[in-house]
Nanobody
Framework: QVQLVESGGGLVQAGGSLRLSCAAS????????MGWFRQAPGKEREFVAA?????????????YYADSVKGRFTISKDNARNMLYLQMNSLKPEDTAVYYC????????????????WGQGTQVTVSS
């Protein structure tokens, strides 16, 4: 049974930083794409960033970012510990959302419906 558990959310002022973590368990994630999505109140869930765990399709390269976070957010992973991270710098009020970790076999995709496994989410609130 795949489990994804996010942590690290919180309240931060605009311009600040947060690092989200996602603990993945239940299987080996070779050829899996691992992604971060977010959902603000009243809005659809949107893609933030994704990376290939190991192997997987290289259509999007090894890592891929939404334009809105490119240059501010960095996705990384620790394969030995089965951990996925999202370092968020220069945060803006519009980054406020629930952030979700997600996994899918076959590598990176940017559409949330293409992901098979989801965490419960962690709230990020950026004050102005």
């Amino acid at each position: 049974q795949v489990q994804l558990v996010e942590s690290g959310g919180g309240l931060v002022q605009a311009g600040g930083s947060l690092r989200l973590s996602c603990a993945a368990s239940g299987r080996t994630f070779s050829n899996y794409g691992m992604g971060w999505f977010r959902q603000a109140p009243g809005k659809e869930r949107e893609f933030v960033a994704a990376t290939n765990w190991s192997g997987g399709s290289t259509y999007y390269g090894d890592s891929y970012y939404a334009d809105s976070v490119k240059g501010r957010f960095t996705i990384s992973k620790d394969n030995a510990r089965n951990m996925l991270y999202l370092q968020m710098n220069s945060l803006k009020p519009e980054d406020t959302a629930v952030y979700y970790c997600a996994a899918r076999y076959g590598g990176i995709r940017t559409t949330w419906g293409r992901y098979d496994y989801w965490g419960q989410g962690t709230q990020v609130t950026v004050s102005s």
